[in-house]
């Protein structure tokens, strides 16, 4: 039996690299509450949340596998989330100059009427370089990168912003772990090019 697979985000960059994998899948955005819990941890609140996507969305398609995925950049402890405006996202990358930044992405992967799940994290380290005021605002006149994690779109203009990135899967800091994806869908039995 060939199961559909659902994608839970509304996220423009989850389903571009998806589509890397060349797979069929539909996208449907999970409706859940994001807002971190009273003493949650940022690798926690992230974990929580793919695992909650991933969930919202199954329980509507029980015979699908749904991949639900969250990123929470962690700067000293303190979650950083979308910036949303330009104010924030300038106080975002004041904050994070001259710093070393983990970016925790979580995924869930899950049948529900198989009771199969998988669930991963992989951190990101990035190190920023020291960024004064007028390049940080030109970079974000250029890019506009209010619906990023930590305000820096690494896969454009914002990788000029970073002295280092490590990490065992270099797509996880765009949101989505195509490496651990790509294992996970195997054990689920998709079928990869």
Do not use: W
């Amino acid at each position: 039996m060939t199961r559909s697979l659902y994608l839970a985000s509304s996220s423009k960059y989850r389903r571009e690299l998806l589509a890397r994998l060349q797979i069929n899948f539909r996208c449907e955005s999970p409706q859940i509450d994001e807002t971190p819990k009273q003493g949650e941890t940022p690798l926690d609140t992230c974990k929580r949340l793919a695992r909650e996507k991933a969930m919202a969305v199954a329980a509507e398609h029980p015979a699908s596998i749904v991949i639900g995925s969250d990123q929470v950049a962690d700067v000293d402890g303190v979650a950083i989330s979308k910036p949303g405006t330009h104010d924030r996202a300038r106080a975002q990358l004041r904050s994070m100059s001259n710093k070393t930044i983990i970016f925790h992405t979580a995924v869930c992967v899950c049948c529900v009427e198989t009771a199969q799940t998988i669930e991963f994290t992989v951190p990101t380290s990035v190190e920023f370089r020291e960024l004064d005021a007028a390049e940080i605002e030109r970079y974000l006149i250029a890019e506009e990168p209010y619906d990023c994690a930590g305000s820096a779109k690494s896969e454009g203009l914002g990788i000029s912003l970073l002295k280092r990135v490590e990490s065992s899967d270099p797509t996880a800091l765009i949101g989505l772990p195509l490496i651990e994806v790509s294992s996970a869908l195997r054990q689920f039995e998709v079928t990869l090019p």
